[in-house]
């Protein structure tokens, strides 16, 4: 289902019912799973869709669980709703928090340089190092599938079959989405939180680079501030992992980002060969 083609208004009466507010229709904002409108409280209040089999595997605290890391900038979450749909095939998940400190910074992909300050960077790291430091029992659903290494040497497989030494060694927590869309500027915060949990040492730096590659100059600023991660050898399988996502076999053939991840896709092979 793609929330943004579907009628929502009875979703949307749902949340304010459930939550005690009302939704300010004017703010709306519609993704594909996800719909999201500022409150009469000056709140904001996200509602996701999601499959019971998914529901079941990941489960819903999300951004509530996420609300105990410290040191990670974040919105601050304040309540919670969750109900199951009519036809019982799915659970609405309503997530009330803070409003973000500023606008994302642009679509998932980024098509331009946004040219972020030097502070955006710092914070951007200090809270990646923070989030790395804690523990927690949630695996992380990167594309809403939970993170194995099995699905880890699947997917790499599946786009590049000569890889080899795939495995990877550290895990931490990870946000596991983050691109562009999900990041503030001019001040930096992190939101959507749903899909968090261990990871592989590296998921974030990759995923933030892979969004970037159609802007030379803001990936080579990815792999100046997230080096430590990106060269370590689990950041190399991370790298790998994202790129055959961009570039296996459904590969969009307008994607600007292919050609670049193909090409640090062989130097990443090559590398791992002989580590």
Known sequence: ?????????????????????????????RKRRTIGARTDRSTWVRVERRPWARAQEQGLD?????????????????????????????????DETSLLPGSPVGPAVAVTDPKLSDRWWSSLNASLAALADHRTTRIATPDTEQITQELVDDTIRSAFPEAVNTRVDRWCPAHSDLNWANVTGPEFCLFDWEDWGMAPSGLDSASLLAASLAVPALADRVRRERRADLESRDGMVMRLFVLAKIAGPHAHPDDPRVAP????????????QQA
Do not use: Y
């Not at 990670?72 to 309503?94: C, K, S, T």
């Open 1 to 29: 289902m793609d929330l943004r083609e579907q009628p929502i208004e009875h979703v949307l009466h749902q949340a304010e019912q459930r939550l005690g507010t009302s939704l300010n229709r004017a703010t709306l904002l």
């Open 62 to 94: 999300g951004p509530r669980a996420a609300a105990k890391l410290a040191g990670v900038a974040m919105p601050r979450w304040v309540r919670a709703a969750a109900w199951q749909d009519l036809e019982g095939e799915a659970v609405w998940q309503a």
């Open 261 to 272: 991840a193909w090409a640090e896709a062989e130097q990443l092979i090559s590398s791992l």
